[in-house]
């Protein structure tokens, strides 16, 4: 396995495997571009750049729920609204808000009830 013929073998096989692997890359770089097709590194970017404005957004909603909140209470137009701790990330607020909405449907509906069979 340490012979010299066998490490040269090795060496030439995956210099061979590299420079494949970067023709491959070169190639299909190429055929994206020809096709205007999105390459991964543009899609990451535009994800990324999605998720921080998702956070921006979410940041400027609780400050502002916290000044009408503010403004509430200094009007006394009542009691104050209730909010979510900020340690909570935005997936989570999602998800408490989608159990509530469900929960809240749930308990609008009227109590159905089953007919009673009775036996012949």
Do not use: C, Y
């Not at 209470?73 to 159990?99: D, E, M, Q, V």
């Amino acid at each position: 396995m340490r012979s010299p013929q066998f490490l040269e073998g090795m060496r030439q096989w995956m210099q061979n495997a590299i420079a494949f692997r970067k023709m491959t890359n070169d190639f299909l770089a190429k055929f994206r571009t020809d096709l205007q097709a999105p390459s991964r590194e543009d899609i990451d970017s535009v994800m990324l750049t999605v998720r921080h404005m998702e956070k921006r957004l979410l940041d400027r909603v609780e400050e502002l729920s916290g000044q009408v909140r503010d403004l509430t209470l200094r009007l006394g137009n009542g009691a104050p609204i209730k909010t979510t701790p900020k340690s909570r990330t935005a997936r989570g607020r999602r998800a408490a808000s989608r159990t509530k909405k469900a929960a809240s449907k749930v308990a609008s509906r009227p109590a159905q009830t089953t007919p009673e069979i009775k036996p012949p």
